[in-house]
């Protein structure tokens, strides 16, 4: 099961990624959280503290990884074809809650012109838990996914781009769509997130028709979730709370689908 979850900024995709991945790992699949948004939250939503969060070394940001992967000895020169499961293996960070973790840090999208090196192994690494290796794959995406590229992409069984009900969020959605389509993502299903009552959700159910999205499910509000994270808490933690168990359905019903 590979799983992408993109979103708006503050619609709670980090707390739905971060959900699915504990939720997989509940059901005994070893699984790998990839967090791959410019700004980086889930290594708290896993349970991590501040303290552990920010000792994290992105993978774009580690000049001695990086060269070591791609230096040729000549300046200007870099390798671009070298092994990227020793990454996993020595750069994974094992979260409380069961579930590793990689953090890649920012990542320039294919028309953006950069062949840097940085670039090259953060997508060789992308492709490499995408397409080649067995583990459930999660991962929490800035809103679009040009930076994957159409190969990885394509390999993804599913997509959630996750919303309320605000407009800035669906057009967002909208735009997610239009680039997941491109890049022959498949299965691109729309996850209503802080839903307080049926006014909200109606927006959703509105939307989706017309843009021509079919919706996966409704996560409700849940102050349980805001309190958390006011205390620098994961919410994950709290797992009789209305959204952690609609997290929880969420996920069973992508393995219902993937099987």
Same mark, same amino acid.
């Given at each position: ?7 708006? $900024? ?8 971060? $959900? ?55 300046? $200007? %020169? ?77 390999? %993804?069984?599913?997509?959630? %781009? ?49 843009? $021509? ?47």
């Amino acid at each position: 099961m590979k799983v992408a979850v993109s979103g708006k $900024g503050g619609v709670g995709k980090t707390l739905v990624a971060g $959900g699915l991945a504990y939720a997989l790992a509940k059901k005994g699949f070893k699984t790998i959280a990839i967090d791959a948004d410019p700004s980086p939250n889930l290594a708290l939503t896993l349970g991590l503290s501040s303290e552990e969060a920010s000792g994290i070394v992105p993978i774009s940001e580690n000049k001695q990884l990086i060269e070591a992967k791609t230096s040729t000895g000549y300046a $200007g %020169v870099f390798r671009l074809t070298f092994t990227v499961d020793d990454i996993v293996r020595d750069y994974a960070v094992k979260t409380p809650l069961g579930v590793n973790l990689i953090v890649m840090g920012t990542v320039r999208s294919v028309g953006a012109g950069c062949t840097c090196p940085a670039n090259a192994v953060v997508r060789s690494l992308l492709r490499h838990l995408v397409v080649e290796r067995g583990e459930a794959v999660v991962l929490d995406m800035e809103a679009g996914v040009e930076h994957m590229g159409r190969g990885t992409a394509r390999h %993804v069984d599913v997509m959630l %781009v996750v919303v309320n009900a605000n407009v800035k969020a669906l057009e967002t959605a909208k735009r997610i769509h239009e680039l997941g389509t491109k890049a022959e993502i498949n299965h691109i299903l729309l996850v209503g997130n802080k839903i307080e009552n049926e006014a909200q959700r109606g927006a959703v159910e509105a939307f989706a028709k017309v843009n $021509g999205f079919e919706i996966l499910d409704f996560l409700p509000f849940d102050k349980n979730i805001v309190e958390a994270e006011m205390r620098g808490e994961t919410p994950l933690k709290y797992e009789d709370a209305p959204a952690i168990k609609a997290i929880e359905r969420l996920c069973d019903k992508l393995l219902q689908g993937n099987t």
